[in-house]
């Protein structure tokens, strides 16, 4: 996916890779993770544009890997 995402728009590797952070404590574990929608919105708009196929797949990658937790 970061292949697609440099494709559309070369500088985007300063937002890469989506942040996730794993913390335990108390018997469980704690998992945070950046909203790749919420991080490309710094962009210009046509660049939003370009990159929104890449911000869907990824957006859904991670829903689906936190429902399986």
Known sequence: MAAKALEAEPDIGLLLPCNAVLREGGGSVEILLQDPKGMFQVLPPEKQEALKPVVEE?????????AKL
């Open 58 to 66: 990824a957006r859904s990658r991670l829903e689906k890997a936190l």
